[in-house]
């Protein structure tokens, strides 16, 4: 929502497009490759990964412009590496703020101060605030800049069938309507996903009791980009506070609501002013400011039991939704985005096999599960779902005060990449070797001559080794000096090796590889052999 007297999206700091519906009809049914149906950011990096790997899309949408207020703007060191992997990371360098550190205080003292694992040998910060509009806007300027996706605004999906080989998408916009076959559909169309409706399936799990108001206000206000969380503040007694600096000297505000107060009510715009001057009044900021947006939101954790139907896959909230506890909504869309468009393209285009495909769900419903699992403790934590839990939750509050160990129970565990150790794609671990990434984490980042491990990656496979001779067709080949800080991380000596996969995750490990063991993890890697 916004202010009385601005539109839906008159922004403070953000000029929003509007984008038409398509005015040329004769090509509209033509069939297409893959239907993405929702062009957000998760819609948007399936959209771009697969035309990285040379696979044509159709982005259709039902809105005509990006997303209204902040929404998600905490993004993760491994959401910028996906980012990079797109070719779109730039323009997210030269506007976000980096992060490290996150303070937690009860009653006014600070209980808490954590720092996530950051230093030089790593490429991006741990964590990244910006605004979700910016996220659209650099992704949508990407997408315009790749001759293999077509965009289409104003158009909403009103039905889907399965026909032999494909899919049939029923399309509707301001100038009619039509159907458009494509081979495979991404649904990406968000919480209140239509295409999840229409396929008759349910998200199911917990949903949490507790309400946060959140909003951004603009203004001058001197303090560094800390994520600071309040418990029990006296602007909003038993309740929790959080505040974000994002760009712009915009800073977004979430503040619990009591379990008596009416959620309309707390959503008029007179109420939201008067609790936001009392949060600003708490954190010592006695200066102007404006009121941009405001929206509401509960905690849940919900998933679909696959992410699969028949050749429909579906991604980001339209699977799953999670606490934004430990910012991990967005980052696990990216990764789910990421994660099935490479995999689609190499089954498309004949470098894979279809079990591949299988492993989209095991994968990624794995990483929901354990953001579960993470998410649910900062969530109870945070917003206590029973009495018994709020008596537990301030219990250890108060005890913080004393005792410092007592303040970590306030940590919010922060979003890592999710480990695919049971994958069936992903060779099980018999490398002899008790350091390092194991198969299915993701590769970490070292210095290597000046840049970064990283860099030296190629677009598809990669096999790294150190002293190793083999070679692999089609796969590139990254070779460290034993010693180095690279071989040091991945915990490799003279002979072993990694075959890392397109998205970053390491497939297979070896502390002696031979060729004939590197082809067998590759061909299952491609889901070419069980």
């Not at 649910?376 to 005792?403: C, E, I, N, V, Y």
Request: proline letters at 5%; one cysteine or more.
């Amino acid at each position: 929502m916004r202010p009385a007297g601005r539109g839906e999206t008159e922004s403070l700091y953000f000029t929003y497009p509007t984008f038409a519906a398509p005015e040329a009809r004769d090509h509209l049914a033509d069939p297409a490759p893959v239907v993405i149906v929702g062009a957000g950011p998760v819609g948007m990096v399936a959209a771009l990964r697969l035309a990285r790997e040379g696979v044509r899309s159709v982005l259709l949408d039902a809105k005509d412009t990006f997303n209204d207020g902040s929404r998600a703007i905490c993004v993760s060191r491994s959401s910028f590496h996906i980012l990079e992997r797109i070719g779109a990371v730039g323009p997210f360098l030269d506007k976000a703020l980096g992060w490290t550190t996150g303070r937690s205080f009860y009653r006014g003292e600070q209980i808490l101060e954590f720092t996530m694992p950051d230093s030089a040998s790593e490429k991006f910060r741990p964590m990244y605030n910006i605004q979700q509009q910016y996220i659209e806007q650099f992704l949508w300027d990407a997408v315009c800049a790749q001759p293999l996706i077509e965009t289409r605004w104003q158009s909403r999906v009103t039905g889907v069938r399965d026909v032999p080989e494909g899919v049939v998408v029923t399309v509707e916009d301001p100038h009619g309507s039509y159907e458009v076959q494509a081979d495979w559909v991404l649904a990406a169309d968000g919480a209140r996903s239509a295409l999840r409706k229409m396929r008759g399936l349910r998200l199911k799990g917990e949903n949490y009791e507790g309400r946060y108001v959140i909003a951004d206000v603009q203004m001058a206000h001197d303090y560094p980009t800390i994520r600071r969380a309040f418990f029990d503040p006296d602007c909003r007694r038993s309740g929790t506070v959080l505040v974000h600096k994002q760009p712009d000297d915009i800073w977004r505000i979430d503040y619990q609501l009591r379990d008596d107060e009416d959620a309309e009510e707390a959503m008029r715009e007179e109420t939201v002013r008067a609790s936001v001057a009392a949060v600003l009044r708490d954190i010592g900021h006695d200066g102007p400011w404006e009121l941009e947006w405001w929206s509401i939101y509960s905690a849940n954790t919900l998933a679909l039991d696959d992410y699969r139907d028949g050749r429909i896959f579906f991604i980001g909230d339209s699977a799953h939704i999670v606490p934004i506890f430990g910012v991990r909504g967005l980052n696990n869309g990216l990764a789910d985005a990421e994660n099935i468009a490479w995999k689609l393209a190499y089954v498309m285009q004949g470098r894979a096999g279809e079990a591949l495909l299988d492993s989209y769900t095991p994968e990624r419903r794995g990483a929901t599960l354990d953001v579960f699992a993470n998410a649910s403790k900062s969530a109870r934590f945070m917003t206590p779902p029973t009495a018994g839990w709020q008596l537990m939750r301030d219990a250890a509050l108060s005890l913080s005060l004393s005792h410092p160990w007592a303040g970590e129970l306030a940590n919010p565990r922060q979003m890592t990449p999710y480990t695919y150790a049971d994958s069936p794609v992903v060779m099980a671990d018999g490398s002899g070797v008790s350091v390092g990434p194991v198969p299915g984490a993701v590769l970490p980042e070292a210095r290597v001559a000046g840049g970064f491990l990283s860099d030296l990656l190629g677009s598809g496979f990669t096999l790294v080794c150190c002293g190793a001779s083999v070679d692999l067709k089609d796969v590139d080949t990254v070779r460290l000096d034993a010693g180095s800080e690279a071989a040091q991380a991945l915990g490799m000596n003279e002979g072993g090796a990694c075959l890392v996969r397109p998205d970053g995750h390491i497939a297979a490990r070896w502390s002696d590889v031979t060729h004939d063991c590197a082809t067998a993890a590759l061909a299952r890697a491609r889901g070419e052999i069980a």
